[in-house]
C-alpha cells in the first residue's frame, strides 16, 4: 500500500464524511480526493516525474494537504521544510534533497526566492497566493479529476524529513511509503482511530509528527482533520470546543500556553485521547494538565524523526503507576534498552534507547556514512540514554551529547532540568554542562523565571538540594527571557553552550 490508497479508499467508502476543515473551508473524503487529483495531473503536465522531490515550504493550511498528496499522487516526494527559517537554512535543504520545486506561502515567497537564488539547478517556486517572480499554485489547478495513473510502489520514495538540528546541521530522513504506512497502522492501532474521531493539528506539519502521527495517520484512519495554521492556545480550545475535537497533541510549551488560559473557559469534554511528547514533560506539568483538562486518557508519545515519528508509548492507566516513564514500544515496533555490546541493561542501569521497526527510515539521504553510524544490526540507535525497570518501562534521562560529565560523575540534564522545573518561580530551565578548569565541566542551569518571580541561586540550590545529590546540583545559574528551541519544541542545547562557553558567570 501506498500513502495516496486510504484517501482513494475513503473517498470511495465514505464520500460524504468530512476529511478536512480549515478556517471555512471544508471538504468532504470525495471532494478533498478529487481536489488532490487536479492539482496532481498539474504537477504531472509541468514536467513533474516519478521521484522528483519538492520541498514544502507552507504554514499549516489546506494547501499542505492538498500539495502533499498531489505530489505523492504524481509520484514524486515531499521535503516539508520549517517555515521559520532563514533563507540560508532553507537553500541548504532545497539543495541537499535536490528538490526540483518549492511551494510557498505567498508572503513567505522572499525567503525562498533568496534561497533558491545561488542553487545552480534553480528549483522552479510555486505560491500560494500571487507572489512577485514565482508561479501562482492555482496555475496547476487542472480540469482532471480522475485518478493519475502513475505506478506508486510501496518501497518508493515518500519523503525527506530533515532533523530538527539539536547537534548540528539537520539531515534528511528518507521514508518510503511503505515506512509511513507502517507508522500509520500503529498509530491507528493504539489511538483506535475510526470515522468518528476528530484530530486538532496544531503541530506544525512539518514537523514528523504533525504530518505523520496526526495527518497521514487521520486520513489513513477515515477520521476528520482540523488545521489550524498556527497554534495559540485560545483558537486550539474554540476549535475543540466547536468542532467536537476527539484528539489532540501538544508539546509541553503549548500545555504551558493552555494553562495561561482560565480553566473551564471552553468545553473540552469531547476529547478521548491528550497526547504529549517530542521534549521531556515533567510528572508536576503531567498531572498539572490532567488538572486543567479534567481528564486521565493521557499518553505520552516518545518517538524520534527517524522514527517517522515512532517509538515508545506511555498508556494512560499506565501514568497511575508509571508516571514520568516514556513507555513501553508502540504496535508492530521494538524497543530495548542497551550498552555498547548492543547488549540489554539491568534494570536501573543507563544504555542507549534504540528501536526497530518497518516504519524506521530507510536511510539518511546521500549521506552513507551517517546512515551506517546510526543502524546496527537492524537497530536504530537514538543517540537518547534511558533506563529500564523491572517492568520494562524505559524512561529516556537524557541525549548521548548532552549529558553532563562534572568531576567525573555523569549528570542527566533532564534530572536535573524535572526538579529546577517544579520550582515555582522558575517557568522553563534548561541544564547544561559548560567548561571548567578543574570539574572538566559544571553543571549550569539556564533559567526563564515567572512573570514577577524574584529568583535567587542559593535558594535554588537549597531547593534542589531536596531532590538531587550535591554534584548534581547546579553551580552556576544563568536567567533569560526564553530558551531556544527547534520546531517540534526541543530546547537546542547545543546553542546554548555556545552562546556561554566563554563567558564568566560569578559562581552562584
Sequence with gaps: MDLTKPM??????????????????????????????????????????????VSLFLRNSDYFVLCAYAIWKAGGVVVPVNYRLTAKEVQYIVEQSDSVAVITDADQAATVLQAVENISLKPTVYSVGAAEETIPLQDLYSDEEQEPTVDISPVDDAQILYTSGTTGLPKGALFTHANIISLNMSITTLKKITEDDVYLLVAPAFHSAGLNMILTSTFFGGATLVVQREFHPVEALKAIEQHKVTLFFAVPAMYNAYFMVPKDSFDVSSVRAFNYGAAPMSPGMIQAAIDYFGSDQFYNCCGLTEGGPGGIVLMPQEHKTKLGAAGKAMPFLNARVVNDQMEDVIPGEVGEFIIRSSSVMKEYYKKPE??????????????????????G??????????????????????????????????????????????????????????????????????????????????????YTDALPRNASGKILKYHLREEWKDSRIQQG
Design 8 to 53: 482513494l479508499y475513503h473517498a470511495h467508502r465514505t464520500p460524504s464524511q468530512t476529511a478536512l476543515i480549515f478556517e471555512e473551508r471544508t471538504y468532504s473524503y470525495e471532494q478533498l480526493n478529487k481536489e488532490i487529483n487536479r492539482y496532481s495531473h498539474g504537477f504531472i503536465q509541468q514536467g513533474l516525474k516519478k521521484g522528483d522531490k
Design 370 to 391: 551517517e546512515t551506517a553510524k546510526t543502524f546496527r544490526d537492524g537497530w536504530l540507535l537514538t543517540g537518547d540514554l534511558a533506563t529500564v525497570d523491572e517492568d
Design 393 to 478: 518501562y524505559i524512561t529516556l534521562v537524557d541525549r548521548k551529547k548532552d549529558m553532563i560529565i562534572s568531576g567525573g560523575e555523569n549528570v542527566y540534564s533532564v534530572e536535573v532540568e524535572q526538579v529546577l522545573n517544579s520550582h515555582p518561580g522558575i517557568l522553563e530551565a534548561a541544564a547544561i554542562g559548560l567548561p571548567d578548569p578543574q570539574w572538566g565541566e559544571i553543571v549550569t542551569a539556564i533559567i526563564v523565571p515567572k512573570e514577577g518571580a524574584v529568583l535567587d541561586a542559593e535558594e535554588i540550590k537549597t531547593f534542589c538540594r531536596e531532590s538531587l545529590a550535591g554534584y548534581k546540583i547546579p553551580r552556576h545559574f544563568i
